[in-house]
């Protein structure tokens, strides 16, 4: 096993000319932070810190210790360096401001600090979702508007997976690389180069008690991957759902599968479930990165415009093949 580390693979990307020194410092200082979230949530009750906060979120969501824990701990690791404009998280409602005793740099991060969080306290796979912005915005503290970028436009996304192992994915947009956390050393071992999502798959992944309340493309979808061998699709399907969206997309990166969580009648006066800029944007990117497609079912998700900060959005992404096939009902719909 090679020992080349997350520290080296940046370098060479830098040397390669990928990435700048703050985008490099902006990785390993999200990176560092994510070390920290794994302490906390592999300890657990160990240290009194499963269950609810005590607070809601800005989606009104109730918030786990732990939630709020990585939150803080992404704010106060990326506020010194230099490297930022601002951040915007789904545990806060406006935009992150830079403290003014610290520089700021070109860069706007964005993230989902622990998603999944219902799977804690059932000791579930849990992730970070970030995603990395130019600022493009005008001098002084970007407002929510110099955040209202495409998918396109992200110069960097990745998740942290806190599983069985820890793992780091990440792209610039060279491909999507995979880093496993060496607990001993303390540091992110390159695992995983070039990772790639097959463009078939006989794996799907998706909420079914949703079942009545989804659009006809998504029941005729889902109806004939049920159907497997005696049915349309000829062959057999396999279902999973961890409820951890970084789960569900790891999986999908590494051996291929189809995510849907589509528009339904349940969630379509918010737009749908996941949020665009620091969940479907992200993932979008580094499925689009590893081979496979990212869509609402009716558009590229990484080319829809923002329109806040905290919109959601549905998403079918995975296998590229599997992805257009369910894109396509929805045209023909
Ligand atoms: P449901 C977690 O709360 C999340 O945002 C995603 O990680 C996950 O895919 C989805 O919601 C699960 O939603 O309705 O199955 O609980």
Same mark, same amino acid.
């Given at each position: 096993? !090679?020992?080349?580390?997350?520290? +080296?693979?940046?370098? %060479? @990307?830098?040397? /390669? *000319?990928?990435?700048?020194?703050?985008?490099?410092?902006?990785?390993?200082?999200?990176?560092?932070?994510?070390?920290?979230?794994?302490?906390?949530?592999?300890?657990?009750?160990?240290?009194?810190?499963?269950?609810?906060?005590?607070?809601?979120?800005?989606?009104?969501?109730?918030?786990?210790?732990?939630?709020?824990?990585?939150?803080?701990?992404?704010?106060?690791?990326?506020?010194?360096?230099?490297?930022?404009?601002?951040?915007?998280?789904?545990?806060?409602?406006?935009?992150?401001?830079?403290?003014?005793?610290?520089?700021?740099?070109?860069?706007?991060?964005?993230?989902?600090?622990?998603?999944?969080?219902?799977?804690?306290?059932?000791?579930?796979?849990?992730?970070?979702?970030?995603?990395?912005?130019?600022?493009?915005?005008?001098?002084?503290?970007? !407002?929510?508007?110099?955040?209202? +970028?495409?998918?396109? %436009? @992200?110069?960097? /996304? *990745?998740?942290?997976?806190?599983?069985?192992?820890?793992?780091?994915?990440?792209?610039?947009?060279?491909?999507?690389?995979?880093?496993?956390?060496?607990?001993?050393?303390?540091?992110?071992?390159?695992?995983?180069?070039?990772?790639?999502?097959?463009?078939?798959?006989?794996?799907?992944?998706?909420?079914?008690?949703?079942?009545?309340?989804?659009?006809?493309?998504?029941?005729?979808?889902?109806?004939?991957?049920?159907?497997?061998?005696?049915?349309?699709?000829?062959?057999?399907?396999?279902?999973?759902?961890?409820?951890?969206?970084?789960?569900?997309?790891?999986?999908?990166?590494?051996?291929?599968?189809?995510?849907?969580?589509?528009?339904?009648?349940?969630?379509?006066?918010?737009?749908?479930?996941?949020?665009?800029?620091?969940?479907?944007?992200?993932?979008?990117?580094?499925?689009?990165?590893?081979?496979?497609?990212?869509?609402?079912?009716?558009?590229?998700?990484?080319?829809?415009?923002?329109?806040?900060?905290?919109?959601?959005?549905?998403?079918?992404?995975?296998?590229?093949?599997?992805?257009?096939?369910?894109?396509?009902?929805?045209?023909?719909?």
């Amino acid at each position: 096993m !090679s020992r080349v580390t997350l520290t +080296q693979h940046l370098i %060479e @990307q830098q040397r /390669a *000319g990928r990435i700048n020194p703050d985008l490099r410092l902006l990785i390993e200082v999200v990176a560092r932070a994510v070390k920290a979230i794994s302490v906390n949530v592999s300890k657990g009750a160990l240290a009194g810190l499963l269950g609810e906060a005590g607070t809601d979120n800005i989606q009104g969501e109730a918030q786990k210790k732990l939630d709020v824990i990585a939150n803080d701990i992404l704010l106060q690791a990326n506020e010194w360096g230099g490297h930022l404009a601002a951040m915007a998280s789904e545990e806060v409602e406006e935009v992150h401001q830079i403290p003014f005793d610290y520089p700021k740099g070109g860069y706007l991060l964005l993230f989902d600090p622990l998603d999944g969080s219902s799977n804690i306290d059932v000791n579930i796979s849990v992730g970070t979702i970030f995603s990395v912005l130019r600022n493009v915005g005008q001098p002084g503290d970007p !407002s929510e508007a110099s955040f209202m +970028q495409s998918g396109t %436009e @992200q110069a960097a /996304a *990745g998740y942290a997976l806190y599983g069985p192992s820890t793992m780091f994915i990440l792209t610039v947009g060279h491909g999507v690389h995979g880093f496993t956390l060496d607990r001993e050393m303390g540091s992110f071992v390159y695992t995983h180069p070039f990772m790639t999502i097959p463009q078939d798959t006989s794996e799907y992944a998706i909420n079914s008690s949703n079942a009545r309340y989804w659009e006809p493309p998504v029941q005729r979808y889902v109806a004939e991957l049920q159907a497997g061998k005696s049915g349309p699709r000829g062959r057999d399907f396999n279902m999973r759902w961890v409820a951890s969206m970084v789960a569900d997309v790891h999986r999908i990166l590494t051996r291929g599968g189809v995510f849907m969580y589509p528009l339904d009648e349940k969630c379509r006066a918010v737009g749908g479930k996941l949020r665009l800029m620091y969940e479907a944007n992200p993932m979008a990117m580094i499925v689009e990165q590893a081979g496979g497609a990212a869509s609402t079912g009716r558009e590229r998700i990484m080319t829809i415009q923002p329109q806040k900060l905290h919109q959601r959005v549905p998403v079918i992404l995975g296998s590229a093949n599997e992805v257009e096939i369910a894109c396509s009902y929805h045209r023909e719909s």
